[in-house]
């Protein structure tokens, strides 16, 4: 989003803003000048994943801002919505995909017809620039020829694949190597850095301790001392099948290690409360060495409306970026857990 042709300046004379999806909740309550008077969202609930949750809520409680919301369930984040307009799952429309753990291109056709008046992202997206005046070619582009303009670049991973050969073969290998050699990118170097090495002593890679950590703030640590970690689940993807069952059991438990459990006269099976200075939540623990001394553990991502008085566990994490990336800090959160009396 930063390189220069994609940067886009109104008939105004303003450039276009760019908001850090991690600090969502900063730019709902204090990006001024002008501020975000409308939010759409799809494709993300951020009322339950986005960190602080606190901020991102109060966030989207303003009557000022306007939101619309593209989903198929009512999420936490469609609770907030002033108009929710029903879309279509994959199953349903035709996409491209790519994958983290493999090196092939698929198309996928619709398996199945939009339910009811659902319409996909694209679909949405292209009316909506019709009705607001957008007479750009682009905005009336088909999935179709979406596809064939990814396609028709000049990367030679992409070299010979068409969207003819797609709707015959469905899967297709990208041209990184042939299919019994390992690919390797950076065999000749080629690295973005001073010496286009791997650069094992790079002083920008020396170790300094996570900003919120035990072993950064040593007085903030001490009024938080257990780290948390929030890993993900087997039953859910991110906040995606939040709605089952299966999600609550996973998600409602929290790892505690013997000894914090027994300094704390914490139990197994106890309803415990896990609080910061951002916010807290509950969680039925689970006392074992599953986790070290000085760590908890839950399990992401429950939505706020199932869990245990509406908080989540995103009530916990920070905005503050990552100094290489810019990406979220989900992993450097501490907190403090109590025992919770029930009478």
């Known amino acids: 989003l930063e390189r220069a042709d994609l940067q886009f300046r109104s008939s105004l004379g303003r450039e276009a803003r760019v908001v850090n999806m991690a600090q969502l909740g900063h730019a709902l309550v204090e990006l001024n000048q002008p501020p975000v008077r409308a939010l759409v969202v799809y494709n993300s609930n951020p009322a339950a994943i986005a960190p602080q949750q606190q901020k991102v809520l109060e966030g989207l409680r303003r009557e000022d801002l306007f939101t ?15 108009f929710i307009l029903p879309v279509t799952t994959f199953l349903e429309h035709t996409d491209l995909y790519l994958a983290y753990g493999h090196y092939y291109l698929q198309l996928a056709r619709p398996a199945l017809a ?19 005046g957008f007479e750009d070619a682009c905005f009336a582009d088909t999935e179709d020829e979406m596809i064939r303009c990814l396609l028709e670049t000049n990367s030679p991973y992409l ?23 390992p690919f390797l990118p950076f065999a000749q170097g080629g690295f973005q850095t001073p010496s286009g090495r791997f650069e094992f002593g790079a002083e920008s890679l020396r170790y300094t ?12 640590a001490r009024r938080y001392p257990l780290e948390l970690l929030s890993g993900k689940n087997d039953d859910s993807l991110n906040s995606t099948f939040g709605h089952r069952d299966a999600v609550d059991e996973q998600t409602s438990l929290l790892s505690m290690h013997p000894e914090d459990a027994r300094t704390r006269g914490i139990v197994d099976g106890m309803l415990v409360r896990a609080v910061n200075d951002r916010g807290s939540c509950f969680f039925q623990v689970s006392v074992g060495s599953d986790v ?15 869990s245990i008085s509406g908080l989540g566990i995103n009530q916990l994490t920070s905005e503050r970026l990552t100094d290489i990336g810019g990406g979220p800090t989900f992993y450097s959160c501490l907190v403090e857990v109590s025992a919770v009396s029930q009478t």
């Open 68 to 82: 619309v919301v593209l989903e198929q369930f009512q999420t936490d984040t469609a609770d907030y919505a002033d």
């Open 292 to 306: 070290p001394p000085g760590v908890v553990r839950a399990r992401s991502m429950r939505w706020n409306k199932r």
């Open 159 to 181: 070299e010979g694949i068409t969207l003819e050969r797609l709707e015959r073969e469905r899967s297709v290998r990208l041209n990184v190597s042939p299919a019994d050699e």
């Open 209 to 220: 301790p996570p900003a919120e950590s035990r072993f950064g703030d040593s007085q903030h």
């Open 114 to 132: 939009p339910a009811g008046e659902a319409k996909s992202n694209l679909e949405i997206f292209r009316l909506l620039a019709r009705r607001m």
